[in-house]
């Protein structure tokens, strides 16, 4: 009886960026996380977040690689460090990367000890992950049992533009639930009232989160997460590390631009002097005007083939537990990654600072 080599094949078809990269890469997010959860409950978020830059900055430029950032921190005038355009790397060997980080996603709740703070990023081949402006994005994301069904039945789609109703019904046909038992993960913002509105109307529960979208969104392809779809807008920066994890695990997301001034409900001059202070940022971006209202799916967010992705918990979250310090420099983390070959890994790390001194517990 031939023996199986299902995952020999697996590791066989990753690609060179996960072959090299993706051992070091939850060392990134690891580094960037433990840093962070020494300011953990401090509420100091601006310090928070410098720390956890600081050591991601510092681990991303020690690998042979030549990394340039398309989702991070903001523009160079905003963001000191890890801004967009940043080059990163050593500049040895001939690995080059698109990259995509949050080195404190939930920096409100890291410094208020509050669950679903992490440290998360991504990285593809160059033109392998989506490059857009730092705005916000109107988003629905859900599992593969909805893409399946999606295939199996092509006239009923997750829809950007549909009533929240049509979409929840083809979400509780593909996970054969009635839509009473869907759960619906969407940040507690006054824009949202009339979506949060209409999500109980159709039947399904809410769940409200004051801030950090990006795992729940990657909890539904994840089965017994207890998420199914996440809605709303939020961070764009989110949306595209949410579609790398997604795309590996076989789920999708439907996302679309939206200037913040249009989300929160301002003026028509609001509206139009955010719009013209926008402009010269999207075009060097490669985004025309008449293009903000395009929807991008999983294929436009990461459409990269050598897709690879790490996050790492620094407080309580959905599917990551928090950093635990021993003090001395001991800590206990844990972390999810995954490459475009599919293989997954749910990580739980010691780093020992003191080996004569630290005992390990199982």
Known sequence: MPHPKTAEKMMNSAGPIERALLPRLVHITEAAAIAAAYQMGRGDKMFADHVAVEAMRRMLNSLDMKGVIKIGEGERDEAPMLYIGEELGTG???????????????????????????????????????????????????????VRYEKNNP????????????????????????????????LDRTRHQQKIKEIREAGARVKLITDGDLMPGIA??????????????????????TAAAVKILGGNILARLVLPTVANGESKEIIAREMK?????LRTMGIKENNMNDVLDINKLAPGKDVIFSATGITPGQLLREANLFGGGDARIHSISMGSSGVVQLTDTIYICDKEKTPIYL
């Open 92 to 146: 040895k060997g001939d690995i080059l990367v698109d990259i995509a980080v949050d080195p404190l996603e939930g920096t409100n709740l890291a410094s208020d000890g509050v669950p679903g703070a992490i440290s998360v990023m991504a990285m593809s081949e160059p033109g392998g992950l989506f490059n857009g402006p730092d705005i916000y994005m109107d988003k629905i994301v859900v599992g593969p049992d909805v």
């Open 155 to 186: 006239s009923e789609k997750i829809d950007l533009d549909a009533p929240v109703a049509n979409n929840l019904q083809i979400v509780s046909k593909a996970l054969r639930r009635s839509i009473d038992e869907i759960i619906v993960v969407i």
């Open 220 to 241: 539904t392809s994840i089965r017994g997460s207890g998420v199914h779809v996440v809605m709303g807008t939020g961070g764009s920066g989110e949306a595209v590390l």
């Open 277 to 281: 202070e926008m402009i010269p940022r």
